[in-house]
């Protein structure tokens, strides 16, 4: 009955959220087995979590660094890497996304933050607007695979994970990702003929390379001052930080101290500086620093702008995230999940079969839920029958993500369709047609990351 609650409402075009606590209101009043008290209880308890406290800084962080000018500077560092290669402008695309999603954590606030510019910029440069919006549409999907991201933070709540696990277990498949993503961009410049869309400076090329050369080797200097010569590690982290001003300074780099946040993220998470919550808090710190201080591209008029942005997005993620709470709750309490663990152990016991099939069920509910309430219904009903065949929960959360992300580029309810097809001025139809060619690269990387477990568990075992 549950289930039949839940989808009389959804096919009456009721929001997600307050479909499936609905479905459970109405269930549980028909059925007179609790006290609709319950329903409240059990959604206030599903939000009363600490690891729920990064979602809404994590955020704010996204949203300063997108109205801080962090979006330009880190477009014209890509610019000066990349730009000059054939296609260029795809790899900008790509690179860009690559850098962004260290710092929103959102595939959304990917597209609509760096896609406005990005396919803006292929669009005159003589891009078709199709290949520019199919460019966006993928590479936006890194953002919540590279470090930080808000599905994660979710993800390792209602599993029991942790947080800086997930993390680090994106690192290998989003570079992966990103890599078959600008292999396809290769792909059309060569077919087409195009070449690069800004001329060749080594100046500008060295200026970017030495910026990448700092961001790799900062986290190398802290760890040797730590590790080998026994400094006191906060002293050394803030006396290192006091570096990296000092060298923007006075090499005036483009992108530099915004490159260093995932870096500042997962080293601080990872050597036990900071959990996860404590860093999306630390991030929020550094944007502001960057956005207020350093750039004084922020004004306060701005940021009460963008805190109210970060309220309502809050509070549309975490009412989602409550209402899921009461509803897997009730589909467990029902005996829906351990119904479907049983048919799913009786069909197969091979772990390969199950990923297949989980796989064919996330791509066809990342059609029609947002993320977070996909993350929330799936991992009750998922994830006990993954952990009897074998499947590392962390492992399962990457191959999730990644499914609900590929999802948002999908009809009816994909909102990164939506969001690009705003931006590009392009119909709905000719949007989704143009990002039909670059789920190849989506899918290969799904089946990679879902039978090569050790790219995803590589470095989380390194860790923790």
Request: net charge neutral.
């Amino acid at each position: 009955m549950l289930k039949i609650f839940f989808l009389l409402f959804m096919a009456g075009g009721i929001p997600v959220a307050i479909a499936m606590a609905g479905a459970s209101l109405v269930y549980i009043l028909t059925s007179g087995s609790l006290p609709p008290f319950v329903v409240i209880h059990r959604m206030v308890s599903g939000v009363d979590s600490f690891p729920l406290l990064a979602v809404p800084f994590f955020i704010l962080a996204g949203n300063l660094m997108n109205n801080a000018g962090i979006t330009t500077r880190i477009y014209n560092f890509a610019l000066a890497l990349v730009g000059w290669l054939k296609g260029g402008l795809g790899h900008v695309n790509v690179l860009g996304s690559v850098i962004f999603a260290g710092m929103s954590g959102t595939a959304i606030a990917d597209a609509a933050g760096l896609g406005t510019i990005e396919i803006k910029a292929m669009k005159e440069h003589g891009y078709a607007t199709e290949f520019a919006v199919g460019v966006t549409a993928a590479s936006a999907t890194l953002g919540p695979i590279i470090p930080p991201s808000l599905p994660f933070v979710i993800y390792g709540m209602m599993a029991n994970v942790s947080v800086g696990a997930l993390f680090l277990a994106g690192i290998l498949p989003g570079a992966m990702m990103a890599i078959l993503m600008m292999l396809t961009v290769a792909y059309y410049a060569h077919r087409n003929g195009w070449g690069g869309d800004v001329r060749f400076s080594s100046t500008r090329l060295f200026k970017a390379l030495s910026e990448l050369a700092v961001v790799v080797g900062w986290p190398l200097l802290v760890w040797g001052a730590v590790a080998k010569l026994g400094a006191p590690a906060q002293l050394t982290v803030f006396a290192a930080l006091a570096l990296l001003f000092v060298l923007d300074r006075i090499f005036r780099f483009e992108a530099l101290l915004p490159i260093m946040t995932p870096v500042l993220l997962i080293g601080g998470m990872s050597t036990g500086l900071f959990t996860p919550t404590e860093g999306a808090i630390a991030a929020c710190v550094w944007a502001m620093i960057l956005g207020f201080g350093w750039y004084k591209t922020l004004s306060w008029k701005m940021f009460v702008k963008v805190c109210l942005d970060t309220i309502e997005t809050t509070s549309t993620v975490l009412f989602i995230v409550a209402a899921a709470s009461i509803f897997g709750w009730m589909l467990t309490a029902t005996g829906v999940t351990t119904d479907i663990a049983s048919w799913v152990l009786g069909f197969t016991k091979e772990a390969w079969v199950f990923l297949l099939l989980a796989n064919l069920l996330m791509l066809f509910v990342g059609c029609f839920l947002e993320p977070t309430a996909a993350i929330t219904i799936l991992v009750p009903i998922l994830l006990p029958i993954a952990t009897q065949l074998g499947v590392d929960p962390v492992h399962f959360g990457l191959v999730m993500v990644l499914n609900l992300m590929i999802g948002l580029l999908h009809p009816p309810m994909g909102m990164v369709l939506f969001v690009l097809a705003r931006v590009a001025h392009l119909s709905f139809e000719r949007t989704t047609m143009a990002i039909l060619p670059w789920l190849v690269p989506l899918l290969a990387s799904l089946a990679v990351i879902t039978y090569m477990p050790s790219l995803v568990l590589w470095l989380p075992r390194m860790f923790f």
